[in-house]
């Protein structure tokens, strides 16, 4: 049996932010034209590039031996398969993706069992139908091939279960959300098989380590800047670090040079406060991974 690992890549909306976070962890990936089998460099992986709906059965099956996926397509085709680690990131909001159910806002309906004998469209087929069953509500639901949020505005369906982050796309239809139904997130799945090969495993365990890295990276950046002596305790109790920060002094001088790495989200908050307290030269810079 090969030790080669064959690997799958979201097709369609992750795409991009895949291959972007397999770049920054260390791998580039090259899709060219329509190929369905894109280059990495790295002699021990082959790609493949795979539907996410369908990613969890390919690896399931054998087909692929590791992959990335969401946590509810996982749900929505039952695979049995290993999941090795959640991989939580968004372009588009701090918040989680959630499977909703969503009505017209000017409908009667206000919980889900009132959908009694409605019509539900969802690409999430199987799963929701499941759900709604577990809990003794009978609806009919329906597949959906896209524009779902249409499907109740145009009188296809009393309602939708659909993704949403920030629930935007499903106020501009004219919708409400009366029900989360899950939160779901990107997860990064191998086969059984795989996972007890032990060269696949030890692969597939140093992918999951550097692309983790790279997402908590993606959250911080590193500040530097220099302080002297008579401000050095002010200034190192204002600064947060992984651990503490890193202080060296400065060649024949009473200065010191100070390291550390701070949340993106504060940093803009901090850099004044350290130039009231007499730090100079700050220097703030990215990173690529924190392991």
Not at 209 to 237: D, F, R, T, W, Y
């Amino acid at each position: 049996m090969s030790s080669i690992l064959k690997l799958g890549i979201p097709k369609g909306s992750l795409q991009n932010s895949t291959l972007e976070l397999f770049k920054r962890s260390g791998w580039k990936i090259t899709v060219s034209g329509r190929s369905y089998f894109p280059e990495i460099d790295d002699a021990d992986i082959t790609c493949s590039l795979c539907r996410a709906q369908e990613m969890s059965i390919n690896v399931a099956n054998g087909t692929l031996d590791a992959g990335l996926t969401g946590k509810d397509w996982i749900a929505e085709n039952r695979s049995d398969v290993h999941v090795v680690s959640d991989l939580v990131y968004s372009k588009v909001s701090a918040r989680p993706a959630r499977w909703v159910v969503a009505v017209a806002y000017d409908s009667p309906i206000k919980t889900i069992e009132d959908l009694q004998g409605k019509k539900v469209s969802t690409e999430l087929l199987d799963y929701t139908k499941r759900y709604f069953s577990e809990k003794g509500i009978d609806v009919r639901v329906e597949f959906s091939w896209g524009a779902t949020e249409a499907k109740v505005v145009s009188g296809l369906a009393d309602a939708i279960v659909e993704i949403t982050e920030t629930e935007s796309t499903i106020r501009a239809h004219g919708l409400r959300v009366i029900h989360e139904m899950m939160q779901t997130n990107t997860q990064f799945i191998a086969s059984h098989e795989a996972w007890r090969d032990p060269k696949k495993r030890d692969k597939i365990e140093q992918i999951v380590m550097l692309l983790k890295g790279a997402l908590i990276a993606e959250k911080l950046v590193g500040l530097k800047m220099n302080v002297p002596e008579s401000q050095l305790e002010n200034i190192v109790s204002l600064l947060p670090s992984l651990n503490a920060p890193t202080i060296a002094s400065l060649y024949a001088t009473d200065w010191f040079s100070v390291e550390t790495v701070v949340s993106s989200e504060k940093v803009r908050d901090l850099i004044p406060e350290l130039l009231k307290k007499g730090a100079e030269g700050i220097i703030e810079y990215p990173l690529n991974k924190i392991i």
